[in-house]
């Protein structure tokens, strides 16, 4: 989960706004708004759809873009006393491809956000402000319009610097546009950077995942996301392997890869903090250890996905929908999850097992035993099992954390974690 908000269970299906969500999220302090410190807002043109994404996107044909920006400004103004009171502390603009967006838009767009949240945190350096950008849409202009907006990091989708690999996942750019567009970034200001790469793409060697490792490192950035290639439902990759146009990467061979990525990175003083996440001592991803650590967050755009007060909720996931949808500025929403203290301490173990820093021992011990007295002795139960098995970091009782071995296989200790804890809804 790169840069989309993570709903880990099923919700509830819903024909709403997100009026309701946000109402439900303030409870008994009704006016006053859950304490929402991050925002995340998603643009969903993309230049094309590429074969192994499954985020909500649409190829771009600059008859909409203004009609979107000027519908995001209206839910961005419904969404702002949600966060009134304190500065925001991030903000994350994802997609699809929000460096397609025009200049002239995105100076508009920040000029909103600018007046009705307060960015003195992020401003003062305090904070975070990323935009994801496609390396061949980077210009010198738009790079000055988002560094005088407050942006400060951008995460390029970069997935690879070799061009029969980039052509397998259907990326169309020239490796040779990532340092350029670092180059335009950085004379404008914009020095913090993150990539996104895949490994484990069909055809893709040892030495080639290590190449594009090397390739990142010596562009200087901070931080990387390394994700394993992922056939997800209804996307063209899973329909092309479907075909046999290409057989999948050896499992033993992505095993390695990871491995590769680990020793790699640590040497060059990087330290795994995420599953797939990478950074150079205080440069991890502030805004998506807000999604991992559970913490609250407002959502803007079509598609995205918002947390606060206990209450998820997604908005509506097709753009004509999100412009013909206008509740005093909120937008429409299709999935309302209400609170549910069972589902809260699944989620807790689910984001948190996948942390470097792992999760609170005596929290989810006191939050577990509130839902279900058996859970508490179930938990510590499974804590000594991988603990033995040689899966957990031992020594540090204040909280439970994979090590390298245990991390290969975060998803599955997470399940049985999770299966300790009844009550509430089931998972």
Not at 84 to 100: C, D, K, M, N, Q
Request: with cysteine; glycine share 8%.
């Amino acid at each position: 989960m790169p840069h989309d908000t993570p709903i880990p269970l099923p919700l509830q299906r819903t024909r709403t706004s997100a009026r309701e969500a946000l109402a439900a999220a303030a409870g008994p302090r009704a006016g006053a708004g859950p304490a929402a410190r991050s925002l995340y807002i998603h643009v969903p043109f993309c230049f094309h759809k590429c074969h192994y994404c499954d985020f909500y996107s649409i190829v771009d044909t600059r008859d909409r873009q203004e009609p979107f920006v000027a519908r995001l400004e209206r839910e961005l103004a419904a969404l702002a006393p949600f966060a009134a009171g304190e500065p925001l502390r991030t903000i994350f603009v994802g997609g699809g491809t929000p460096s397609l967006l025009a200049p002239h838009l995105w100076r508009k767009l920040l000029a909103t956000i600018d007046r009705l949240f307060d960015l003195s945190r992020i401003r003062s350096g305090g904070g975070e402000f990323t935009v994801e950008c496609n390396p061949e849409t980077v210009t010198g202009e738009l790079s000055e319009t988002l560094a005088a907006g407050g942006v400060d990091r951008i995460s390029m989708g970069a997935q690879s610097f070799n061009p029969v690999h980039l052509k397998t996942l259907e990326r169309w750019h020239d490796p040779a546009s990532v340092p350029r567009a670092l180059e335009l970034a950085a004379a404008a200001g914009i020095r913090r950077r993150s990539f996104d790469l895949i490994f484990g793409i069909p055809g893709q060697t040892l030495d080639d995942w290590l190449s594009d490792l090397r390739t990142a490192l010596s562009l200087g950035t901070q931080h990387l996301s390394c994700y394993n290639l992922t056939y997800e439902p209804n996307t063209a990759m899973t329909a092309r392997l479907k075909r046999g146009e290409f057989e999948a990467a050896d499992e033993d061979l992505e095993v390695d890869m990871y491995a590769a990525t680990l020793s790699t990175l640590r040497a060059a003083g990087f330290e795994r903090y995420e599953v797939s996440n990478y950074a150079a001592p205080g440069q991890e991803s502030r805004h998506n250890l807000v999604y991992w650590r559970q913490e609250p967050w407002l959502a803007a755009g079509p598609s995205a996905s918002g947390y606060a007060g206990g209450v998820r909720w997604k908005n509506a996931p097709r753009l004509d929908d999100y412009l013909g949808f206008d509740d005093e500025g909120f937008a429409p929403v299709v999935e309302i999850e209400p609170p549910d203290a069972a589902r809260a301490v699944r989620e807790t173990l689910m984001t948190g097992l996948r942390l470097r820093e792992g999760v609170d021992t005596a929290a989810v011990l006191r939050d577990a035993a509130a839902v279900d007295p058996a859970a508490p002795e179930k938990l510590l139960g499974m804590a000594a099992r991988y603990r033995a098995e040689g899966l957990m970091l031992a020594g540090c009782e204040e909280r439970w954390s994979l090590n390298d071995a245990g991390i290969l296989i975060a998803d599955g200790i997470a399940a049985d974690f999770m299966a300790c804890i009844g009550g509430g809804i089931k998972s």
